[in-house]
């Protein structure tokens, strides 16, 4: 903990400093004038006084409050950006003692980050649901008013099944999401072939291609084995092989290389496509983002494939990187160590348990 200045803290007797000293959160003893008399090092880091004095007017209000009042009083305070420091939002319990105020910290940046993601989140399936939903509803009623005109029900029903289709693509991939963001990780791992693996989602998107005249080639280093869930890579693999499909334009070329750098796998799909411009490129793997709304609902896209990749990366110690050019094409690359990091943790552990019997 740090001092400041020579005012009178007599009332903070040692044992009392051991106890400040324990407290797992950032605290500040200050006079009611804000003047600062003590303060844990964590409490300095959080950059909530810059000098010798607490200069936040929300911060001097909830002093002020707590040196009057009976209770405790608790409260909410941002701190703005400053050169040194970012926004920061800060949960607050004050208490006066003797003539001084114990201020208690919290950093609820993080907390309150995640909870905009999660909003945003909810939010989006919900538009998302209501698209295909409100659809079919429409359809429904347009085949009752059409029973008399079989031309106008088959053209209906083939609506209604891309709709579902659209449905149910969304309702997979946010299922996906979820098990992903479980904690379930690789407990299901195992060693794949990552030929096997390539041969087992091409079978999977060969129609697509074709249907294109996209053909997909494919070369690099074979026999290489990685460590994984062979369910999430396929499903990895099929998302960007997808992509490169429905933004290349007919009649294009996507290739799949694979090869080994410093025992990573690396398996990247390149295509010739549309390409993605360098203000989109750092939002592609966040969820629903799209560049073009429109194409990709109009190609079935959820505007969760990308984020599907990352995450599935990312569980296995791995991540996905895209270099592209707009106009030119894009080459997403995923990158997954050959060993699991669950096995290297494994065999940490067991080696940590043998030093000391
Ligand atoms: P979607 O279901 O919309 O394809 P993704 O999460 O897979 O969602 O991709 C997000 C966005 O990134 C897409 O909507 C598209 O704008 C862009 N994108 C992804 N892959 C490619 C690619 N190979 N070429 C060009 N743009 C791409």
């Not at 509803?137 to 085949?143: G, P, V």
């Not at 992903?180 to 999977?204: K, R």
């Not at 390409?275 to 592609?284: H, P, V, Y």
Request: proline share 3%; hydrophobic share 40%.
């Amino acid at each position: 903990m740090t001092e400041f200045g020579s005012q009178q803290t007599a009332w903070i007797s040692e044992d009392i400093s051991n106890v400040l000293a324990i407290l797992p959160q950032p605290w500040l003893i200050v006079a009611k004038d804000g003047m600062l008399l003590k303060a844990s090092e964590r409490a300095l880091e959080l950059g909530v006084v810059l000098t010798d004095r607490v200069e936040n007017l929300d911060l001097l209000n909830l002093i002020a409050a707590a040196a009057d009042g009976e209770n405790v009083t608790d409260g909410e305070v941002i701190l703005p950006k400053t050169r040194t420091h970012e926004e920061k939002v800060l949960r607050i319990r004050a208490t006066h003692v003797c003539n001084d105020v114990l201020v208690i910290l919290e950093d609820a940046t993080e907390e309150r980050r995640l909870d905009e993601v999660r909003r945003d989140f909810v939010a989006n399936i919900s538009h998302e649901l209501k698209t295909p939903v409100g659809a079919l509803s429409l359809l429904a009623e347009a085949i009752e008013a059409a029973v008399d005109d079989p031309a106008s029900l088959q053209h209906f029903a083939q609506r209604m099944r891309r709709e579902t289709a659209r449905l149910s693509s969304l309702v997979g991939d946010l299922i996906d999401l979820s098990r992903l963001q479980s904690d379930e990780l690789l407990v299901t791992g195992e060693q794949i072939n990552v030929d096997a693996l390539v041969t087992q989602v091409l079978d999977d998107v060969q129609t697509v291609a074709k249907n294109k005249d996209i053909e997909i080639v494919v070369g690099g280093t074979g026999n290489l084995m990685l460590w994984g869930q062979r369910d999430q890579l396929a499903s990895a693999l099929r998302n960007l092989l997808t992509n490169a499909i429905n933004y290349s334009h007919p009649g294009t070329r996507v290739a799949l290389g694979t090869k080994l750098v410093d025992d990573f796998v690396e398996i990247s799909v390149v295509d010739q496509g549309i390409g993605i411009a360098a203000a989109d490129l750092e939002r592609i793997f966040e969820r629903f983002y799209r560049v073009d709304p429109a194409r990709s609902r109009f190609t079935g896209g959820t505007g969760l494939g990308l984020s599907i990749v990352k995450h599935i990366c990312a569980v296995h110690g791995g991540e996905c990187t895209v270099w592209s050019q707009e106009g030119h094409g894009s080459t997403f690359t995923m990158r997954i160590p050959k060993q699991s990091p669950l096995i290297n943790n494994l065999d940490a552990n067991r080696q940590g348990e043998g030093a000391e019997k």
